[in-house]
């Protein structure tokens, strides 16, 4: 009976709390950092540092990372308050555990705030087990920087002592919340108690304790392994909420799941809790301050508010019973409806959807000659290379900064010439194959009589960025591939020479991050297409690239699942390693959407005019 109280009133309060941070804190944290961003320049890539090192925007960023933990600190201290008064059979009004909260918040001060925000916003999020916010649901690393990293044994064993670091911090500090809650100590005093109460637990309770954080842990396993597409955050719940309802097949779905997997985190909270506030009676006693409740004073103010707010409610419905004012609401919601009507329409996407080969296909090693045939026999519409430029000049394809992933040196391409690279054979460990690099124009030979396109990706270094774009252009041009071909850089300005030289191509932005919001302001750059990575995907932006007809392309996607909800968001094309995957999810897709029209039939990417 006691857990089931303090699981309704938990409810209650995570209702009210995800309620105000999806209407309020959020869109309000969202507002500052985007006009900041807005007015000091969108930056990509590795240029996101940037904006952030002059005196504004350091302080913009520590205020908004110190209100992100401040804000998850208070809906802990609240879901922890009302645990442990349903725990005793004691009781309190909602709205005094709430003012009693606000009194908490002096823990987070000095450097316990610094380090408190470090742990709050970042560690507990990155972990995912056990406690949970609204405001930061979850962290996750992109699975694009761990999958260069797994593909050689230092790199694999990075990972996993990324992952072991972490979970193993998250114990020892496992009971640092409710320690700075009910005793009221900062963030060290309560790090140190967290050590004394695993001593303090024994090794039943130290069991019990372990088991329901692996259980829970072996649950969010099972959830994401049964739900593999990317879940809903708080940024899709904007002002396009409607929109996304109506006419994305894909946040209908995401919906549901979202508000299952919400339902579910309040109640893996309240048994988290539950255990943890047992364990820390062990090592001793664990208080809860509350205000006192409201004085005769105050509730005769209340009174006197209840009874204004009363009157002025009963005058409001007494206007409204009269005819004039009904015809007036109703023609006020009718213009309303048609507005709303009106800025929902949904325009066509610009093509059929793509199916992209990543460096070829990951049947073969990689940028190589045989990836890339690969691509083509296993049904890809494009393949996207990597192309650096050589000592001597000559465009080849290769992804790396050096040579030790693919061949154990540790020169460049742009530190040897071509006659040089051509003799150093490329291995791929997992697939135990090799083959030996290619140059671009062998490519672009092996591919006149096939119908499948390239997307080159321009990998300049050392500042030879337009050296390499006239390089390309000029190969391009001589086997006529430019209606086949599609160009993007992570380094924007090495486009410019070809936009110049060639603007009846496809030339776009390629993107892994963005500082703020990648479609507040990506617009302003003069580009055909995006190319994002996919923890950059979001409603918003799909439905502004369509708004805009501006295709969008979604690297590297893996599982089909993502392939599927990336397609049904809207997205014109998917660039994955796995080529058979990713053509029949394709295929799939628009086997099941043969009413989808597009701007767009023909073959290929639309010819610009």
Same mark, same amino acid.
């Given at each position: 009976?006691?857990?089931?109280?303090?699981?309704?009133?938990?409810?209650?309060?995570?209702?009210?709390?995800?309620?105000?941070?999806?209407?309020?804190?959020?869109?309000?944290?969202?507002?500052?950092?985007?006009?900041?961003?807005?007015?000091?320049?969108?930056? @990509?890539?590795?240029?996101?540092? !940037?904006?952030?090192?002059?005196?504004?925007?350091?302080?913009?960023?520590?205020?908004? @990372?110190?209100?992100? /933990?401040?804000?998850?600190?208070?809906?802990?201290?609240?879901?922890?308050?009302?645990?442990?008064?349903?725990?005793?059979?004691?009781?309190?009004?909602?709205?005094?555990?709430?003012?009693?909260?606000?009194?908490?918040?002096?823990?987070?001060?000095?450097?316990?705030?610094?380090?408190?925000?470090?742990?709050?916003?970042?560690?507990? =999020?990155?972990?995912?087990?056990?406690?949970?916010?609204?405001? &930061? *649901?979850?962290?996750?690393? =992109?699975?694009?920087?761990?999958?260069?990293?797994?593909?050689?044994?230092?790199?694999?064993?990075?990972?996993?002592?990324?992952?072991?670091?972490?979970?193993?911090?998250?114990?020892?500090?496992?009971?640092?919340?409710?320690?700075?809650?009910?005793?009221?100590?900062? @963030?060290?005093?309560?790090?140190?108690?967290?050590?004394?109460?695993?001593?303090?637990?024994?090794?039943?309770?130290?069991?019990?304790?372990? /088991?329901?954080?692996?259980?829970?842990?072996?649950?969010?396993?099972?959830? /994401?392994?049964?739900?593999?597409?990317?879940?809903?955050?708080?940024?899709?719940?904007?002002?396009?909420?409607?929109?996304?309802?109506?006419?994305?097949?894909?946040?209908?779905?995401?919906?549901?799941?979202?508000?299952?997997?919400?339902?579910?985190?309040?109640?893996?909270?309240?048994?988290?809790?539950?255990?943890? &506030?047992?364990?820390?009676?062990?090592?001793?006693?664990?208080?809860?301050?509350?205000?006192?409740?409201?004085? =005769?004073?105050?509730?005769? $103010?209340?009174?006197?508010?209840?009874?204004?707010?009363?009157?002025?409610?009963?005058?409001?419905?007494?206007?409204?019973?009269? !005819?004039?004012?009904?015809?007036?609401?109703?023609?006020?919601?009718?213009?309303?409806?048609?507005?709303?009507?009106?800025?929902?329409?949904?325009?066509?996407?610009?093509?059929? *959807?793509?199916?992209?080969?990543?460096?070829?296909?990951?049947?073969?090693?990689?940028?190589?000659?045989?990836?890339?045939?690969?691509?083509?026999?296993?049904?890809?519409?494009?393949?996207?290379?990597?192309?650096?430029?050589?000592?001597?000049?000559?465009?080849?394809?290769?992804?790396?900064?050096?040579?030790?992933?693919?061949?154990?040196?540790?020169?460049?391409?742009?530190?040897?010439?071509?006659?040089?690279?051509?003799?150093?054979? $490329?291995?791929?460990?997992?697939?135990?194959?090799?083959? =030996? *690099?290619?140059?671009?124009?062998?490519?672009?030979?092996?591919?006149?009589?096939?119908?499948?396109?390239?997307?080159?990706?321009?990998?300049?270094?050392?500042?030879?960025?337009?050296?390499?774009?006239?390089?390309?252009?000029?190969?391009?041009?001589?086997?006529?591939?430019?209606?086949? /071909?599609?160009?993007?850089?992570?380094?924007?300005?090495?486009?410019?020479?070809?936009?110049?030289?060639?603007?009846?191509?496809?030339?776009?932005?390629?993107?892994?991050?963005?500082?703020?919001?990648?479609?507040?302001?990506?617009?302003?750059?003069?580009?055909?297409?995006?190319?994002?990575?996919?923890?950059?995907?979001?409603?918003?932006?799909?439905?502004?690239?369509?708004?805009?007809?501006? *295709?969008?392309?979604?690297?590297?996607?893996?599982?089909?699942?993502?392939?599927?909800?990336?397609?049904?968001?809207?997205?014109?094309?998917?660039?994955?390693?796995?080529?058979?995957?990713?053509?029949?999810?394709?295929?799939?897709?628009?086997?099941?959407?043969?009413?989808?029209?597009?701007?767009?039939?023909?073959?290929?990417?639309?010819?610009?005019?």
């Amino acid at each position: 009976m006691r857990f089931r109280n303090a699981l309704w009133e938990v409810i209650r309060f995570e209702a009210v709390w995800k309620l105000a941070v999806l209407c309020l804190f959020h869109p309000l944290f969202r507002g500052l950092f985007q006009t900041y961003v807005s007015a000091s320049g969108l930056s @990509f890539n590795g240029g996101i540092l !940037w904006s952030f090192l002059d005196l504004k925007g350091a302080l913009l960023f520590l205020l908004l @990372f110190l209100g992100t /933990a401040l804000l998850i600190f208070y809906e802990y201290s609240t879901a922890v308050t009302l645990t442990v008064l349903c725990r005793r059979g004691e009781s309190a009004p909602l709205r005094q555990v709430m003012q009693g909260s606000l009194w908490n918040l002096g823990v987070m001060k000095g450097w316990s705030l610094a380090a408190g925000s470090l742990y709050y916003v970042l560690l507990l =999020p990155l972990v995912g087990v056990g406690y949970v916010n609204s405001m &930061v *649901p979850r962290i996750s690393i =992109p699975w694009f920087i761990f999958d260069e990293m797994i593909k050689t044994a230092p790199g694999t064993a990075g990972v996993l002592a990324v992952y072991l670091g972490c979970f193993g911090l998250w114990l020892a500090l496992l009971f640092v919340p409710l320690c700075m809650i009910l005793r009221r100590r900062t @963030f060290f005093q309560a790090a140190r108690e967290s050590l004394r109460c695993w001593r303090a637990l024994g090794w039943r309770r130290g069991l019990l304790t372990l /088991a329901v954080s692996g259980a829970m842990l072996q649950i969010n396993s099972e959830l /994401a392994r049964y739900w593999r597409r990317s879940l809903l955050d708080n940024g899709d719940f904007d002002s396009r909420f409607l929109q996304y309802l109506l006419y994305s097949e894909a946040f209908r779905k995401d919906l549901i799941w979202w508000l299952l997997l919400t339902a579910l985190s309040v109640l893996f909270l309240v048994c988290f809790l539950w255990v943890l &506030v047992g364990g820390l009676e062990r090592s001793g006693p664990a208080g809860v301050s509350l205000p006192p409740p409201w004085g =005769p004073d105050a509730q005769a $103010l209340l009174s006197i508010l209840e009874r204004r707010l009363s009157r002025w409610g009963q005058a409001w419905k007494r206007r409204f019973q009269t !005819w004039r004012w009904r015809a007036a609401a109703g023609a006020a919601c009718l213009a309303l409806t048609a507005g709303l009507l009106l800025s929902l329409s949904q325009p066509l996407l610009v093509h059929h *959807p793509l199916a992209i080969g990543h460096r070829g296909s990951s049947y073969a090693v990689e940028n190589t000659l045989s990836a890339v045939l690969d691509a083509r026999d296993r049904g890809m519409d494009c393949a996207e290379i990597d192309v650096q430029l050589t000592a001597d000049g000559v465009p080849v394809l290769f992804h790396d900064g050096n040579l030790l992933r693919l061949a154990d040196r540790w020169e460049s391409v742009g530190d040897l010439t071509w006659e040089q690279l051509r003799d150093i054979p $490329l291995r791929d460990g997992q697939l135990d194959l090799t083959a =030996p *690099p290619a140059c671009l124009e062998e490519v672009l030979c092996a591919l006149q009589d096939s119908s499948m396109g390239l997307l080159i990706e321009l990998k300049p270094s050392g500042g030879n960025g337009t050296a390499l774009a006239n390089a390309v252009v000029d190969l391009v041009e001589r086997y006529r591939f430019g209606r086949r /071909a599609m160009f993007m850089s992570l380094d924007y300005p090495s486009l410019l020479p070809i936009m110049e030289r060639r603007p009846d191509w496809w030339v776009g932005c390629c993107a892994y991050s963005a500082a703020g919001d990648i479609d507040d302001a990506v617009w302003r750059y003069q580009v055909d297409f995006l190319a994002v990575e996919e923890s950059l995907v979001t409603n918003r932006l799909a439905s502004q690239a369509r708004e805009l007809n501006l *295709p969008l392309y979604v690297w590297s996607v893996y599982d089909r699942e993502k392939m599927q909800q990336y397609l049904e968001m809207g997205v014109t094309g998917l660039i994955s390693d796995y080529p058979d995957i990713l053509r029949g999810a394709v295929d799939a897709y628009e086997a099941g959407h043969t009413e989808t029209e597009y701007l767009w039939e023909g073959e290929g990417f639309p010819i610009k005019q």
